[in-house]
């Protein structure tokens, strides 16, 4: 392998996988105009001890990418399988043994001027690049309840992992950044708890696992099912998904964030105070604990959920 800084890195782009700093657009690109794309983060783990990298539900990632395409009048070019393939190709052509990320998207990519969804043509670009943490995930975040209002159905929906909808989100991490917070919570229209800028988010009373349902403006995550799964499969413990209040977070035992880019990130603070102990609390622990073996490939059971490059 070459070094990191001779190493030519690939995607696939316009049906072929090329050098990636040769998968250019033109400045008219609709989706560039218009934010008129939908996307997905998908990550792979590298597991030493096996030779082995292993991305993370492949085939849910693009069922949903497939989902979002259609909430866009978007028609996919490329099979849920013929995705999965073109990544495992790319990831293996990059020659990653390391924690690697994933970026494919599905973009308007006419030269076509005026914001509209319908006969507008579309293609499908995948990039990659090697990752490890995105947020910090052993100290616990400091979070704050955002100004801003999450997107809604009728807006633009969130289900619809959409480009353009992440104004939405770049605008509430930025005010959260800037004043001092780890991340930001949106509360939906309604003024219930939503998500964070880009992960899902749940909480720990009395025992119970609870998160926001699909109808308080979230995406549909792949890690928020994983985990309720793994509350269900392993610790046989409630799950509530349902409407959050404001302060219903200010009072839980727990909180922690989830998503394929923070993984499982808990919450230490939100609004300046403190949740539970202002510690990692046991129910985050086990189940961020078994996120990590099922990730990395060490709890075999799950082995339907990966996808080995190698
Ligand atoms: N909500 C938003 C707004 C996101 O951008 C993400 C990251 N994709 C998530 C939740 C978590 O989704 P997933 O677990 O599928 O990565």
Redo the contacts with the bound molecule.
């Keep these: 392998m070459a070094s990191d800084d001779q190493r030519i890195d690939y995607a696939y782009f316009q049906g072929k996988i090329i050098p990636t700093n040769e998968a250019n657009i033109s400045i008219k690109t609709h989706a560039l105009q218009y934010g008129t794309g939908c996307f997905?983060?998908?990550r792979a783990y590298w597991n030493e001890k096996e030779n082995q990298l292993y991305a993370f539900?492949l085939k849910?990632?693009y069922k949903?990418f497939h989902d979002s395409a259609k909430i866009l009048m978007m028609k996919p070019k490329l099979s849920i399988e013929e995705l999965i393939e073109i990544t495992r190709k790319l990831l293996a052509k990059n020659e990653y043994r390391q924690n690697s990320y994933i970026r494919p998207i599905m973009y308007k990519s006419a030269l076509a001027l005026s914001p509209r969804l319908h006969d507008i043509e579309d293609d499908i670009a995948i990039y990659t690049l090697p990752m490890d943490d995105y947020l910090d995930i052993n100290n616990g975040l400091k979070c704050k309840v955002s100004s801003w209002i999450r997107i809604t159905e009728n807006m633009i929906p969130?289900r619809s992992?959409a480009t353009g909808?992440?104004i939405n989100?770049a605008l509430a991490k930025s005010e959260a950044i800037l004043n001092g917070y780890d991340e930001a919570i949106f509360l939906d229209h309604n003024g219930n708890i939503s998500?964070?800028?880009?992960?899902?988010i749940f909480i720990v009373r009395d025992g119970k696992l609870i998160t926001p349902s699909f109808t308080d403006s979230?995406?549909?995550?792949?890690?928020?099912?994983?985990i309720i799964e793994i509350a269900k499969n392993e610790m046989k413990i409630d799950i509530q998904e349902r409407t959050i209040g404001r302060s219903e977070l200010y009072i839980a035992d727990e909180a922690f964030f989830?998503?394929?880019?923070?993984q499982i990130a808990w919450i230490k603070e939100i609004d300046k105070r403190v949740i539970g102990k202002g510690e990692i609390g046991p129910i985050t622990k086990k189940i961020r604990e078994t996120y990590f073996n099922i990730v990395t490939g060490n709890n075999k059971s799950y082995k339907n959920w990966l996808t080995e490059v190698y």
Excluded: F, M, W
Excluded at 195 to 200: F, I, L
Excluded at 220 to 225: N, S
């Design positions: 997905c983060g998908i539900r849910d990632h949903r969130t992992k909808g992440y989100s998500e964070g800028s880009a992960e899902n979230i995406l549909e995550g792949i890690t928020r099912r994983s989830c998503g394929t880019g923070v």
